[in-house]
């Protein structure tokens, strides 16, 4: 079975809910309740107890649930995420100009029809004191969403998320208004783009000399790959 499944929601039929979707891998079970049926119902689901927090990616893509059960890439994905969450939580507590939410965060835009855990955001101070984002609280205690426009977000593209990342949520986060998409792919030759929001659709950051300029940072930053003693890869996001 592809670790990485996209099935469109089931309408009813006569009346009745439809039923319930199963999807197994590796002896992990996702059970999908057949009254999910749009984002509102998706967003109901995750705030339940029967929601499957343990599988690391579930979302709800403009119609589509998609649920991606394939293990996580220590070095491609995992210590990248590692590297922007250290360099970018210190150049923004420095500076005080926002919060930097690591991988994990549930956000949601009504607009753009979408629930997703990115592999992080950045909200500025004025974007939370405007309320173009919104902390929703959970039902019993603290807060367990963030609904609206974020500054920044980022994704590191692995072998089961290409098509999601590379098109169908570079769209999502424009039509959510998403003033800068990050992307990194370094599963190859190390890739890394800033897309800039335009009028009608992200437009490529234009590298210089390696490095690429962050209109929400101010900054300008660029990835490097190199090898540790042990031989295994070791990234740094450089900041200027």
């Known amino acids: 079975m592809n670790p990485a499944i996209l099935e469109r929601a089931a309408p009813e039929t006569n009346g009745r809910a439809a039923p319930c979707q199963t999807f197994v891998l590796d002896g992990e079970v996702v059970r999908i ?8 119902s998706f ?10 927090e343990k599988t ?16 996580e890439q220590i070095f491609t994905h995992n210590q990248i995420k590692g590297e922007f969450t250290y360099t970018l939580t210190g150049l923004i507590k420095a500076g005080l100009c ?12 009504i607009e753009a029809d979408l629930a997703c855990k990115p592999d992080g955001v950045f909200v500025a101070r004025e974007t939370l004191a405007l ?3 919104r902390l929703v609280e959970g039902k019993e205690e603290g807060f367990l969403e963030l609904e609206g426009s974020p500054d920044m977000v980022l994704e590191v593209v692995s072998a089961s998320s290409v098509e999601k990342d590379t098109v169908t949520l570079r769209e999502l986060y424009h039509r959510a208004g998403v003033r800068e998409y990050w992307l990194i792919d370094a599963r190859g030759e190390l890739r890394f783009d800033i897309f800039r929001h335009g009028r009608n659709g992200y437009v490529a950051t234009r590298r210089r000399q390696g490095w690429l300029t962050s209109q929400v940072f101010g900054k300008s930053f660029q990835l490097t790959r190199e090898t540790d003693d042990l031989g295994n890869p070791e990234f740094a996001l450089l900041v200027r």
């Open 56 to 71: 690391p990616r579930i979302c709800y893509l403009a119609g589509e649930v998609w649920v991606d059960m394939s293990r």
């Open 43 to 52: 967003r109901r689901w995750a705030d339940t107890d029967e929601f499957p």
């Open 98 to 109: 926002g919060r930097y939410f690591p991988d994990g965060v549930f956000l949601t835009n």
């Open 131 to 133: 309320q173009r984002v």
């Open 33 to 40: 309740p057949g009254w999910v049926q749009d984002l509102a």
